[in-house]
């Protein structure tokens, strides 16, 4: 069994990502520059977004945040985006989702310019990557699909089964795997909460992709000898043992399944760690305008 490490092949990209800045700037090209949109408080979103931040600094970006508070209206929030749309030293920004319940995230979504939506929700990006052009391709799908190239995991014939049909996962995820590419040409299987034999297609699976957001729901007797296995679950289940009181816990019980599979990513440390790793891939692609 092979332990997929995203902490360290994250790590190497944004590595790569500061040579090829390094580059841009000795070649007198404008330094790439992120902005995240920060809306209120929420304990999670502060700490995505100060990673976010984080990672810029790691790759040689400029990074700018904007909070609001709670109260900020929709309108407020829909101005500030088209100042960012037209604003030319903006290569790309992303607005931090959860929004106040008052605010419709997918208007927000909507309003931002697609060649500045490096999170790549805009529904232009979305069905840009379900017919294979090039586009901003959302920051877990295109975590994944590295992870399989880094580790030269074949997916060409094999049979994948994707747990869960979530649009910033399980769909973009399935329509990628499927492409005439690498990594892709498989046979994709997506499940779902109405998927009536579930255990069935997993133990045909070659490759187990599981986003479902059910802590430890794949076990041993759900996975064929040799599977791969791609964790994408991170639940914070309450825990009295860590200092934190929760504890990260994926889609997979890992201590049961590891043993089965051939490649399979831990939590955390698997496929976490490459969705800021992604986000800071395309925020170089807008850097260099390569999304028009
Ligand atoms: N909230 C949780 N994940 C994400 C993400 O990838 N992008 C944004 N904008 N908000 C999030």
């Known amino acids: 069994m092979i332990l ?3 902490k360290k092949t994250a790590d190497d990209i944004k590595l790569e990502i500061a040579e090829e800045v390094k580059q841009l700037l000795a070649e007198g090209k404008k330094q790439p520059h992120l902005v995240a949109i920060l809306v209120g408080h929420d304990g999670g979103s502060e700490t995505y977004v100060a990673a976010k931040c984080k ?3 790691v790759c040689g970006f400029k990074s700018t945040l904007i909070r609001y508070e709670d109260d900020v209206t929709e309108v407020e929030l829909l101005a500030r985006i088209e100042e960012l749309n037209n604003d030319d030293d903006v290569d790309g920004f992303i607005v931090q989702l959860p ?5 419709s995230e997918q208007k927000v ?7 500045k939506d490096v999170d790549g929700f805009h529904p232009i990006n979305v069905g840009r990557t379900s017919i294979g052009l090039p586009a901003f391709v959302s920051a877990t799908p295109a975590g994944i699909l590295e992870l399989l190239k880094r580790y030269n995991i074949e997916t060409a014939g094999k049979h994948v089964v994707v747990l869960g049909r979530s649009n910033i996962v399980g769909k973009p995820v399935a329509q990628l795997l499927m492409q005439k590419a690498y990594p892709g040409n498989a046979t994709v299987t997506v499940c779902h909460s109405y998927s009536k034999d579930l255990k069935e297609q997993c133990l045909k699976a070659d490759i187990i992709i599981a986003a479902l957001g059910s802590p430890n729901f794949v076990t041993a007797d759900m996975v064929k000898e040799g599977a ?12 009295a043992n860590t200092k934190s009181g929760f504890k990260l816990t994926g889609d997979v019980k890992f201590d049961e ?7 399979i990513t831990p939590v955390p440390g698997g496929v976490g760690p490459m969705t800021i790793c992604s986000l800071m891939k395309n925020t170089l692609l807008a850097g260099k305008k390569a999304i028009y």
């Open 4 to 6: 997929i490490d995203g």
């Open 55 to 57: 990672a810029c600094e």
């Open 99 to 103: 929004l106040p319940k008052h605010i």
């Open 109 to 115: 979504i909507e309003a931002i310019d697609y060649k």
């Open 228 to 239: 791969v296995i791609i964790d994408v679950g991170t639940t914070r289940v309450p825990n």
């Open 257 to 263: 399944v590891a043993p089965k599979c051939s490649y």
